[in-house]
Nanobody, 125 residues
């Protein structure tokens, strides 16, 4: 299977930026479409961003469009989430996920097969 580890979470002021990373084990990562999700207390895990196998196509939740950027470096087995103009509403645990499926953009958490443990992002005002 694919083992994922998120890094880069922390405390940031509203309007600030953070860059999350997700490192995957093994070269199998290169065959996996990837996504970022987040989960705030009392809420379901929600889609944030998705990227295809080679990073040639991406998509985002409406709530983060124009502020977040997903990218990947398959040579480093790593996917990134650059988060700019952060808002208090962005506070959540952020998870990366890998889909053991044909190359595509996947938006549902139920379409992903492997998950990291998450990294906490807290935005203060």
């Amino acid at each position: 299977q694919v083992h994922l580890v998120e890094r880069g979470g922390g405390l940031v002021q509203a309007g600030g930026s953070l860059r999350l990373s997700c490192e995957a084990s093994g070269r199998a990562f290169s065959w996996n479409p990837m996504g970022w999700f987040r989960q705030a207390p009392g809420k379901e895990r929600e889609f944030v961003a998705a990227v295809r196998r080679f990073g040639d196509s991406t998509d985002y939740a409406d709530s983060v469009k124009g502020r977040f950027t997903i990218s990947r470096d398959n040579g480093k087995n790593t996917v990134y989430l650059q988060m700019n103009s952060l808002k208090r509403e962005d506070t959540a645990v952020y998870y990366c996920a890998a889909a053991a499926k044909p190359d595509n953009l996947y938006y549902s958490r139920f379409e992903y097969d492997y998950w990291g443990q998450g990294t906490q992002v807290t935005v203060s005002s």
